[in-house]
């Protein structure tokens, strides 16, 4: 088992800035990949970002990459989202997950690859 907690959303301001956190606990040494999700309102599940918990690859969706910065503290258990330049279209839950499955790290821009999830932090940007 994996408990994966998010914490460090909120209200911004169009072109601000938040940093979200992800502790991870548990059966952390079985993770390979984490990844970031967001969902708005009456739409589905969206791929963020991930990063290989291993090598530290990373990749991003195209609305948020340059924008957007995935981390880890191994050491910690616990990764980061760094958000710069928001827009009002950030505006959604956004929840961590762990993935224990040795699959293509492509692969894990699916939801479906991803066995663990946060409960989700609440990250609002207003015009």
């Known amino acids: 088992q994996v408990q994966l907690v998010e914490s460090g959303g909120g209200l911004v301001q169009a072109g601000g800035s938040l940093r979200l956190s992800c502790q991870a606990s548990g059966r952390t040494l079985t993770i390979y990949t984490m990844g970031w999700f967001r969902q708005a309102p009456g739409r589905e599940r969206e791929f963020v970002t991930h990063i290989s918990w291993r090598t530290g690859s990373t990749s991003y969706a195209g609305s948020v990459k340059g924008r957007f910065t995935i981390s880890r503290d191994s050491a910690k258990n616990t990764m980061y989202l760094q958000m710069n330049s928001l827009k009002p279209e950030d505006t959604a839950v956004y929840h961590c997950?762990?993935?224990?499955?040795?699959?293509?790290?492509?692969?894990?821009?699916?939801?479906?690859?991803?066995?663990?999830w946060g409960q989700g932090t609440q990250v609002t940007v207003s015009s």
């Open positions: 997950a762990a993935s224990l499955r040795q699959v293509v790290f492509t692969s894990t821009t699916s939801p479906d690859t991803y066995d663990y």
